[in-house]
């Protein structure tokens, strides 16, 4: 997915990051934007989600981290794409561990165990690997990502994903943080309650073999950008388990093997 040519004007960048952004901040489903813009690349789509991302900051939202999404090689092959989607995350997104969802403010949420990486030193592609990740890190911690797309009836494709920011919404951080030599990252497991119900369970290495592999990716996806992650950012890897659809009167527990567990409730 390396930076290809780009099809829109900047007209057309700025009136669909509104469009998008409008979908999502009045919780309204929208049809994929490549409906009207069907010659749209990875790079025109990444322009509208970083418009997005400005329009938030300018009204005084702060980017609070980045999000990777398609972090499993076999969706990845089912989609005909080479490497995952990044999104970011804004402030208002933030769930406390425990804490409540209100569904009135989303379309048609899902969630998905993840682990995410807070680092402690910049990471900068190209060529970014596991080993610079894994140095860079300051700990890990325990994060149920709550995912809503604005598309109607789920009908997109990869390119409307990306201009709707990756499909972020909520993310909700608690369990315990660890030390990277501390946890088997490959392997440890992960169980996800629904009232009460085991509904799937996973191991890290779900997400492209290994985690730190998901951060590598990321800062390769930034290099062709100019951007890279600086030390201090908080980055959700990608999904462990599949995405479960919520809906109000639901709670969740995730438990994670040897750190604990992340719990919310969906109201």
């Not at 596991?130 to 009908?155: C, H, M, Q, W």
């Not at 950008?225 to 980055?235: K, L, Q, S, V, W």
């Not at 890897?237 to 809906?247: D, K, L, M, P, R």
Request: proline share 3%; aromatic share 8%; net charge negative.
């Amino acid at each position: 997915m390396s930076e290809q040519q780009r099809t829109l004007t900047r007209d057309q960048v700025l009136a669909l990051a509104e469009h998008v952004e409008s979908a999502e901040l009045n919780r309204q489903d929208i049809t994929k934007v490549t409906n009207d813009y069907p010659d749209m690349t990875f790079a025109d789509a990444y322009d509208v989600q970083w418009e997005i991302r400005r329009r938030k900051e300018s009204r005084g939202n702060r980017i609070v981290g980045m999000k990777m999404g398609l972090t499993s090689w076999a969706k990845m092959a089912q989609m005909g794409v080479e490497t995952p989607i990044y999104g970011f995350l804004a402030d208002y997104f933030s769930v406390p561990d425990g804490g409540v969802v209100n569904t009135a403010e989303l379309i048609h949420p899902k969630i998905e165990a993840e682990i995410s990486f807070v680092t402690k030193a910049p990471l900068k592609g190209p060529g970014c690997h596991i080993g610079d990740v894994l140095a860079a890190t300051d700990f890990v911690v325990p994060t149920v990502e709550v995912i809503d797309s604005r598309y109607e009836n789920f009908k997109f494709d990869l390119i409307s994903v990306v201009a709707d920011n990756a499909s972020s919404t909520r993310f909700i951080t608690g369990g315990q943080m660890a030390s990277v030599e501390d946890v088997d990252l490959k392997n440890f497991g992960v169980v996800v309650e629904k009232n009460g119900e085991v509904v799937d369970v996973g191991a890290g290495a779900a997400v492209l073999g290994h985690p730190a592999s998901s951060v590598a990716m990321l800062a390769n996806l930034l290099a062709e950008r100019g951007e890279h992650i600086p030390a201090g950012t908080f980055i959700m890897t990608g999904g462990i388990t599949a995405a479960i659809s919520v809906q109000a009167g639901d709670n969740i527990i995730v438990r994670y093997q040897g750190l604990g567990s992340v719990s919310a409730r969906f109201i």
